[in-house]
């Protein structure tokens, strides 16, 4: 049976689902900034070679949390970052269990908010479980990929775009000339160009 739940709830079956996923997990949430203890939580998931999707659909994502993200992802970790701009829905899910609910994902664990949330267990409800996921996977499939590069001089975040691979502030300094030190796509040290700002591994996968 679907389960109702309040705030204290609500946390702890993210926690939950989080610790408990082999496959996969997704994230759906307007706004989208890890709490400490979620941090840690999906790092483990990480670890297990769970892959983990992101959808979130204000602009204003938090540089740390972007960073934390993409250097996650530099490991070869399956962690995929989407935007949809009229997104509102809040979605925590699992391959088996699901939570669908008014808690924003930077709002856990604050526990002064009135929050309510409904916990799915796939082995009880499957119909609404699989309801829900065709929505989730609706929704994935109509956001845009954050596709992103770094800066070949200071590994700072600019637009993929391997005809401009240096950020602003270092064609200020005029530092785009000679050689860059990190990847274009991946962001690995790796001794690189303006005229081939990719590493080894990246531009064999072009
Ligand atoms: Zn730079
Ligand atoms: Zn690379």
């Known amino acids: 049976m679907a389960e109702f739940l309040t705030t204290s709830g609500i946390s702890s079956k ?10 996969h997990l ?13 941090r840690e939580n999906m790092f483990d998931a990480i670890r297990r070679n769970v892959s983990l999707y992101f959808v979130y659909g204000k602009k204003d994502l938090d540089k740390d949390e972007f960073r934390l993200l993409f250097d996650f992802s530099f490991e070869g970790n399956m ?3 989407r935007y949809l701009d009229n997104l509102h829905a809040k979605v925590y899910l ?20 009135r929050e309510i949330g409904i916990y799915i267990d796939s082995n009880h409800d499957n119909d609404l479980f699989n ?3 065709e929505e989730v996977w ?34 200020d300094m005029k530092y785009d000339v000679g050689e860059g030190r990190f990847c274009h796509k991946c962001g690995k040290p790796y001794p690189t160009v303006k005229s081939k700002p990719l ?8």
């Open 14 to 23: 993210i926690e939950e689902i989080i610790k408990n996923a082999d496959e």
């Open 26 to 38: 997704f994230f759906v949430s307007p706004y989208l900034k890890l709490s400490r203890i979620i």
């Open 79 to 81: 962690i995929e970052l």
């Open 94 to 113: 699992n391959e088996k269990q699901m939570i669908v609910t008014s808690m924003n994902l930077h709002e856990f664990s604050e526990k002064n908010n």
């Open 131 to 133: 309801s829900i996921y």
């Open 138 to 171: 609706s929704i994935y499939n109509a956001s845009k990929k954050i596709t992103h590069g770094c800066c070949i001089f200071c590994r700072k975040f600019i637009k993929y775009n391997t005809l401009a691979c240096v950020c602003k502030e270092c064609i």
């Open 199 to 206: 590493c080894f591994y990246c531009s064999s996968k072009l």
